[in-house]
């Protein structure tokens, strides 16, 4: 972040007080830092039930209080519950107040290989989930693309690998039974696809024609609008025993006459 070691910074790494509470709201107001941050949250505040929204209103009031008077941003670091929430301000673990005595909640996650951030603020913009990129070397995080055209991209290469394997133009239903991601990414992937000419599309879209998908240059190059090699039947001629069609050994070489010209003879 910068920092050179001449900042000041104060650190308490140790088990927070039985009063440790009233003791951070003094120095708070004593010394006005532009910062604080307190991790984990449960190690400072002394909550016996988590999931009780009046008693966690009423233990994190006091830096409620002392942030508004000093101008001090103070930020909890809390934990979040494993199973994924449909409202984000429900993300942290316990009760509903950790969510909504935060002016900005901050929620990290991680997903598979990676992680994303989202904010959820009751001032400004709230942020979309983004991906966080990490640079291994230089050991910092910065934003990436939305976790939406994340997984879009990923779909897009799940269904350029399906089609290939596939020995005819698919469907969005049969895409979708062999996909496991959300219809709403699909839908956004196959787009992309067909407006990047990486996947070519036929069909009117409605019941009776619905789109079919395939490879673009993956049909008949005889028939107009295919969208898949057809087989046709070979061409039968009529037998012919008088002499033959094609050379047994078709790399045989034709002898011409030879051509004199002066000392050099040429030979095909």
């Known amino acids: 972040m910068g920092a050179d ?8 790494a140790a088990t927070a007080p ?7 709201c003094r120095m708070v107001r004593e010394r006005k830092p532009v910062l604080v941050v307190v ?4 190690r400072l505040a002394r909550i016996r039930d988590e999931k009780a929204y009046a008693e966690t209103y009423t233990a994190l009031g006091p830096l409620i209080d002392v942030a508004r008077e000093t101008g001090t941003h103070v930020m909890f670091v809390h934990h979040a519950g494993k199973g994924m929430k449909t409202d984000s301000v429900d993300s942290p673990l316990g009760s509903t107040a950790l969510g909504g005595v935060a002016a ?11 992680r994303s951030i989202e904010t959820v603020q009751r001032v400004g913009k709230d942020l979309p989930e983004t991906i966080l990129a990490y640079d291994p ?12 055209d994340s997984e879009r991209q990923e779909c897009e290469a799940e269904i350029l690998v399906f089609l290939q394997s596939a020995n005819e133009p698919q469907t969005q239903e049969q895409i979708r039974d062999s996909i496991e991601v959300q219809t709403k990414v699909i839908r956004a992937a196959l787009t992309s696809l067909v407006k990047s000419e990486r996947v070519a599309r036929a069909g009117e879209g409605k019941r009776g024609s619905p789109f079919l998908y395939s490879f673009p240059n993956s049909g008949s190059e005889h028939t107009v609008g295919t969208t898949k090699p ?7 001629l009529p037998e012919n025993k ?27």
Do not use: C, W
């Open 5 to 12: 070691g001449s900042e000041l910074i104060y650190v308490h």
């Open 18 to 24: 039985s009063e440790g509470m009233p003791a951070l």
């Open 39 to 42: 991790d984990p949250l449960f």
């Open 104 to 114: 900005t909640l901050i929620v990290l996650k991680r997903l598979n290989d990676h």
């Open 137 to 148: 070397e230089s050991r910092r995080l910065t934003l990436g693309g939305s976790r939406f």
């Open 230 to 236: 057809e087989y046709r039947k070979t061409l039968q």
């Open 242 to 268: 008088t002499r033959t069609l094609v050379p047994e050994n078709p790399f045989a070489a034709d002898v011409v006459p030879e051509i004199q010209d002066g000392d050099e003879t040429v030979r095909i």
